[in-house]
């Protein structure tokens, strides 16, 4: 997988899936906002019940908690860690820690 592809810069991931760059509806936000904007549409999206359980299992899918055997494993977790700390945008173990505990 290709760096942009794991997430390296979100916006260019929106440039190439709508072929006008930026998020819609945030276009003319400077990049900066439209990261925060998209980081926040993907904490509502897993912030139910629901959502919690989904996000596990995609993060259980990628490896984001098991060992890594080989370079497959590898880049799927790599891919969960890109989803955490630029989706979500949660940057440090202590904040994983925190929601964790916040979870139970």
Known sequence: M???VLGEDVLTIEKTQNNEGGIPGYENLPPEEQIKELQKMFRDVFASENGK???TVILEDLYYFAECRNAEDRALN???KTLVSKRLGIASSLDITKSLLKAY
């Open 53 to 55: 359980i989904v996000l």
């Open 2 to 4: 290709d760096k942009d």
């Open 78 to 80: 790599n891919y969960a």
